[in-house]
């Protein structure tokens, strides 16, 4: 070696520096990324998020409940995948009951149409049921063998709880194609009439 001298002058040898310098880079590179992506997620987060109580009460009140037995907290969706939202009055682990709503994609410059209730998921109705349920209500079919066999396995043996396996199936490649925005209701709220 030269004795090739350090930016500091200590000595190091440049490999040392250079190594500094795309460290330095490369964090910034980085915190550039995330930084974006965050601003991304919050301006959907904002696109998707009632403005006001108002609007809150409304959409509680579209999807057929009393807007004033939902507290207020609980009217912020949160965007799970590009078709799938969670409004919980409840976290979605210990609510007794999913209420899957639906309603076809909006293109651009349309008007969003009304959410329809689709189907209840019981949290503790037997693994069958309950399977067949939640591909009904989150993927619009009858359960195929092998995944039933496959969830039915998982859940038993204690490998997956039943709101992982939920929300595994709302955010799945399946549902992004079906050309439905699904809403997920947990609440302890009074059912509506309609569910």
Request: aromatic residues 0%.
């Given at each position: 070696m030269s004795g090739t001298m350090d930016r500091e002058g200590t000595g190091r040898p440049g490999l040392l520096a250079i190594a500094?310098?795309?460290l330095a880079a490369l964090t910034a590179a980085l915190t550039s990324k995330l930084d974006g992506r965050l601003a991304e997620l919050a301006a959907q987060q904002a696109g998707t998020s009632p403005a006001s109580e108002?609007?809150?009460a409304e959409l509680w009140e579209s999807l057929g409940f009393d807007p004033a037995s939902v507290p207020p907290a609980a009217a912020k969706p949160e965007q799970w995948s590009q078709n799938v939202s969670l409004i919980a009055?409840?976290?979605?682990?210990?609510a007794p009951e999913w209420r899957i709503y639906h309603r076809p994609r909006r293109s651009l410059g349309q008007p969003a149409q009304p959410f329809e209730f689709g189907q209840k998921i019981v949290m503790q109705a037997p693994i069958a049921d309950f399977l067949h349920a939640a591909y009904r209500?989150?993927?619009r079919r009858e359960p195929d063998l092998d995944g039933l066999a496959h969830y039915r396995a998982r859940i038993a043996e204690g490998h997956i709880a039943r709101h992982e396996v939920l929300r595994a199936m709302a955010t799945s490649d399946e549902a992004?194609?079906?050309?439905?925005?699904?809403?997920?209701?947990?609440?302890?709220?009074?059912?509506?009439?309609?569910?």
């Open positions: 500094d310098d795309c108002a609007e809150a009055d409840l976290p979605p682990e210990s209500g989150l993927l992004r194609r079906l050309d439905l925005e699904l809403l997920i209701v947990t609440t302890d709220a009074p059912a509506p009439a309609s569910a």
